[in-house]
């Protein structure tokens, strides 16, 4: 079996960019990646409108746009969406994807830390999963502000999946009884559905990154406005996502899943 763990002659934003490219095979059969049903999508969707409004032809950039599930429910509404990702693997998925939807979505190789797009190219900025795994948050979010048109808003949705709360502690405390019951096999991780080396890999990365003990949205937001972001807000509310989500999970991993610290992070671009 191929190991993933981290090789000490690369540097973490290279193993970074090899792991993602090693999840896209599988990315899009997990539930909280890709969408299973209209009511997922109509909460999606919803959570966009609140935030950005309709698209009505502007142009959104979908940082590390992955197999291209965001850059869809932007392209939905109206938005003229370009989709960066690094991993070509994950490139390749929503390449297909958007042919075979007939979506007029362009996709390219890039890095959401430097993306070598013009100043003041796009009226919205999104970003799914995203800023947990910044190596350098402050630079990145001053990259964004600075190919953002003046009034242009920024849309971050991730959350802190490393400070569980009591409740997330006792569902893991009995997922973790039953899967002992059961005899679960041990090459997986029930609560991920990745195989124990990229496990491995994956905590390694986490312990590196910025965020490394937890990507709390105060945290977040503190960065934003010392980038130069202005009418940063906090939305806690996704229980409408959630709950779309939940009849795809087990009972347990619905209800972990609810109860963890996630959100989405509106922030503006000053017009002077």
């Not at 291209?68 to 509404?77: G, P």
């Not at 100043?119 to 970003?127: L, Q, S």
């Not at 999970?249 to 963890?260: D, H, N, P, V």
Request: aromatic share 8%.
């Amino acid at each position: 079996m191929t190991s993933h763990t981290l090789r000490p002659n690369r540097n973490l934003r290279e193993d970074i960019k090899a792991y993602w490219s090693a999840r896209a095979e599988t990315f899009d059969t997990q539930p909280g990646h890709e969408i299973f049903s209209e009511a997922e999508r109509a909460a999606w969707h919803a959570l966009f409108r609140r935030h950005l409004g309709e698209g009505t032809g502007r142009q959104a950039l979908d940082l590390a746009c992955g197999t291209a599930v965001v850059s869809h429910l932007l392209d939905d509404l109206g938005f003229a969406v370009t989709g960066m990702d690094w991993a070509e693997p994950m490139l390749e998925r929503a390449r297909a994807k958007a042919r075979d939807r007939g979506r007029q979505i362009r996709f390219y190789m890039g890095d959401a830390e430097r993306t070598m797009e013009p100043d003041e190219a796009y009226d919205v900025i999104t970003n799914r999963h995203l800023v947990w795994t910044l190596v350098d948050p402050l630079a990145c979010f001053e990259e964004w502000l600075r190919v953002l048109k003046p009034g242009g808003k920024v849309l971050i949705i991730d959350g802190d999946f490393v400070n569980p709360s009591a409740v997330t502690r006792l569902i893991s405390t009995l997922k973790s009884w039953f899967e002992r019951k059961k005899s679960a096999p041990q090459t997986e991780s029930s609560s991920h559905n990745l195989p124990k080396d990229m496990m491995a890999t994956h905590r390694e990365i986490l312990s590196q990154v910025h965020f490394s003990k937890g990507a709390r949205a105060e945290a977040v937001c503190e960065l934003l406005a010392e980038a130069g972001f202005t009418e940063i807000t906090i939305d806690t509310d996704l229980k409408a996502i959630h709950r779309t989500q939940r009849k795809h999970f087990s009972l347990l991993k619905g209800l972990e899943r609810a109860t963890q610290h996630r959100y989405a992070i509106c922030a503006v671009k000053p017009v002077a």
